[in-house]
């Protein structure tokens, strides 16, 4: 299977024999939910994760997904409460719960002035990932108590989060929280971050700063969970090793028409950067309790696929589901049928996105054409940064990928790419072709008398960097 499958670990999945049974079904990448739990819970987990990469001869990735600022209102008097259609409720700093007209009707205190402030009349509040949606009906005292209209039914709780749609609110994506946990997190093994909630450039060059000031890199996924992210695109790319496409969130911050079309731009924007990018949220939301996922889920995934999304993620359905396996399962058979049309439609690698001058985009995408016309079993391609295999891998050739790297944190970044399978090499040959050539004649995953196709980097009089420059077919 050429796509990547991410699985939330909880509850139902961090048993080690299910998670050796989800990574055969098809994990290559654990998520690792900080909001939910500390380094200290996770700690035997990651070693689970290191020994069932010895054992079964893969790359495992343990993500480390960072809780970000995520807005919740405090304790509910009375939680759990209806809300009925049309109800009244009051929002506002939580000094000023004396001063509401109606003390019988719910008040929601918020301990963040910035996100009430310029606070208006007509303005939308979504509570509960928006389960509950209201609607600012008066704004009693500017910037610290509004009166609420409820726009729908529902139940009402302490400490959920709320959301301003189409505002932004000015908070720093790396709270103190996510400054320790990315710190214990490194310290028990992690092998990549997924920071929440980025609006700008700086939110994700602040968490890179973090990392890098404990002598550490790995590779750093930015959720797309704000507009103002969105808007950011291009930038925020030009820092992110990877991206993810997070539904939950970006949903209520934008109208839920516009989500699709949304996600079909962020995927082309991220294949464009030859980034890698998860799709994420309710992908197969029902078999948390079901053992089928719907008609909509299997099409939503399949799409996903065909866009161009490199990974595709389980949240509740493996962290909490009855079946997590069997999730796992489903997910992989529906990636396969994907990854097929992908193939016969392109009928050979796909071209350049773009029309920049780009030599090592063009070798590329010449290892994979000369792959297909030769008839070659695979491509074998030796990067210090992980970008030469990233570029073959933007081409969605039909051999698998094998990249070869000296770097065992490049190894995560790669485990995240469409069709590539990561290895790490040892120095000991200073030739990179060498060290390829080797890894063919060494490993049975290749058939003698059959070609691979293979890019690597070779030192020339007229450069003193080293670059890929050479593509070759070589027999076995």
């Given amino acids: 299977m050429k796509t990547k499958i991410v699985a939330t670990l909880g509850p139902a999945s961090v048993d080690p024999r299910t998670m050796k049974a989800m990574v055969r079904a098809g994990v290559?990448?654990?998520?690792?939910n900080f909001s939910?739990?500390?380094?200290?819970?996770?700690?035997?987990?990651?070693?689970?994760?290191?020994?069932?990469?010895?054992?079964?001869?893969?790359t495992l990735t343990a993500m480390a997904d960072l809780c970000g600022p995520?807005?919740?209102i405090s304790e509910v008097k009375g939680s759990?409460?209806?809300?009925?259609?049309?109800g009244r409720a009051y929002l506002g700093l939580p000094g000023s719960a004396r001063l509401v007209p109606d003390q019988a009707a719910p008040f929601l205190g918020l301990d963040l002035a910035e996100a009430l402030r310029g606070l208006d009349a007509g303005a939308a509040v979504d509570v509960s990932d928006g389960m509950l949606q209201f609607t600012v009906r008066k704004v009693l005292k500017a910037d610290e108590l509004f009166e609420l209209r409820a726009d729908n039914p529902g139940i009402l709780t302490s400490h959920k989060g709320i959301a301003f749609p189409g505002r932004t609110v000015p908070l720093p994506a790396l709270t103190d929280?996510?400054?320790?946990?990315?710190?214990?997190?490194?310290?028990?093994?992690?092998?990549?971050?997924?920071i929440s909630f980025v609006q700008t450039p700086e939110d994700v060059r602040d968490l890179k700063d973090e990392i890098a000031s404990i002598g550490r890199w790995v590779p750093v996924v930015v959720k797309l969970e704000r507009k103002p992210a969105v808007d950011n695109l291009e930038a925020i790319l030009d820092l992110a090793d990877g991206v993810m496409v997070a539904r939950g969130d970006l949903g209520l911050e934008c109208p839920m028409p516009d989500l699709p079309v949304l996600q079909k731009e962020i995927i082309a924007a991220c294949r464009r950067r030859e980034k890698p990018v998860i799709v994420a949220t309710q992908m197969l939301l029902s078999m948390v309790n079901n053992p089928m996922p719907t008609r909509a889920e299997v099409t939503d995934v399949a799409n996903a696929i065909m866009d161009g999304a490199d990974c595709v993620m389980l949240s509740e359905e493996t962290a909490i589901g009855r079946n997590p396996v069997k999730v796992v399962e489903s997910m992989r058979a529906i990636a396969r049928s994907a990854e097929a049309f992908i193939i016969k439609q392109a009928r050979g690698p796909v071209g350049s996105l773009d029309n920049k001058a780009d030599p090592e985009r063009t070798l590329a995408y010449c290892a994979c054409l000369l792959a297909e016309q030769t008839g070659s079993e695979a491509l074998v391609c030796h990067t210090r940064s992980g970008i030469t295999a990233q570029r073959v891998s933007g081409r969605r050739p039909r051999q698998p990928i094998y990249a070869l790297t000296p770097d065992p944190a490049v190894l995560h970044l790669l485990n995240m790419c469409w069709g590539v399978t990561p290895r790490l090499v040892g120095r000991r040959l200073k030739s990179h072709?060498?060290?390829?050539?080797?890894?063919?004649?060494?490993?049975?995953?290749?058939?003698?008398?059959?070609?691979?196709?293979?890019?690597?980097?070779?030192?020339?009089?007229?450069?003193?960097?080293?670059?890929?420059?050479?593509?070759?077919?070589y027999y076995k």
């Fill in 28 to 32: 290559r990448i654990f998520r690792l």
């Fill in 177 to 194: 929280k996510d400054r320790r946990d990315i710190r214990q997190a490194l310290a028990i093994g992690v092998d990549a971050a997924a």
């Fill in 70 to 72: 995520k807005i919740r």
């Fill in 433 to 473: 072709l060498g060290r390829c050539q080797r890894f063919v004649q060494d490993s049975a995953l290749f058939s003698p008398g059959r070609s691979v196709v293979i890019t690597a980097g070779q030192k020339t009089p007229g450069r003193d960097d080293l670059h890929t420059n050479e593509v070759k077919v």
């Fill in 80 to 86: 759990p409460l209806n809300v009925d259609q049309g």
């Fill in 36 to 58: 939910h739990a500390d380094a200290a819970y996770f700690r035997p987990i990651v070693r689970t994760i290191r020994g069932l990469e010895r054992e079964l001869d893969l």
